[in-house]
């Protein structure tokens, strides 16, 4: 029998025995969507946030209606857990907090690899519409615009793979701090 056989051991009880933290000057990080059209990328959102440990998703609406009920399947537990809002796009500014940097995930040319980028501590990492990604205009307001390397012959990433890209990126750098 295997090694891991004998301990029997899946993400559920190996969690239960190790724990990682962030260090203590951080505060939670919080999820933007922006205009996200589908409602499983919004459940999938709110299900990384709540492996990361974010405080919270905003969802910046679009011209369409989120089925609630299969934005909650998606998410499954993670629904309860982390709170998540759709707002009007004229509300944006005014509910992030001031000591939190706006970050963007997005393929534009001033972007930077978020592989070389350092992020902030205090974030707000925003992810943009399926197809038309996130509006110029608020790109403009971002502190940085961040794109994420791809090799391959597909130059594109789904929605909520892009986040869970970033956000281990970002988790990665502050785990790695000296603090």
């Given amino acids: 029998m295997s090694r891991y056989k004998k301990m029997g051991i899946n993400s559920v009880e190996y969690f239960k025995n190790n724990s990682y933290c962030l260090p203590g000057n951080i505060q939670k ?11 499983e990328n919004c459940g999938n ?4 946030a709540d492996t990361i440990g974010f405080s919270k998703v ?10 609630i009920r299969k934005l909650k399947k998606t998410a499954g537990h993670s629904y309860e857990v982390i709170p998540s809002v759709f707002i009007p796009e004229e ?3 005014s509910v992030l907090p001031d000591s939190y ?10 972007s930077s ?5 350092q992020l902030p501590a205090n974030i707000a990492l925003m992810v943009g519409n399926e197809k038309k990604g996130i509006d110029i205009d608020i790109l403009e307001e971002c502190d940085k615009v961040v794109h994420i390397p791809l090799t ?3 130059t594109s990433l789904n929605v ?17 701090q000296i603090s």
């Fill in 91 to 93: 509300e944006l500014a």
């Fill in 160 to 176: 909520s793979h892009a986040a869970a890209v970033a956000a281990f990126e970002w988790l990665r750098q502050k785990m790695n």
């Fill in 101 to 110: 940097s706006l970050i963007a995930v997005e393929t534009a040319p001033l």
């Fill in 58 to 67: 905003i969802f910046v609406k679009g011209d369409n209606n989120i089925s």
């Fill in 29 to 39: 990080p919080i999820l933007i969507g922006w205009k996200i059209q589908n409602p």
């Fill in 113 to 117: 690899n978020i592989f070389t980028t």
């Fill in 152 to 154: 391959g012959n597909c």
């Fill in 45 to 48: 959102l709110i299900r990384l």
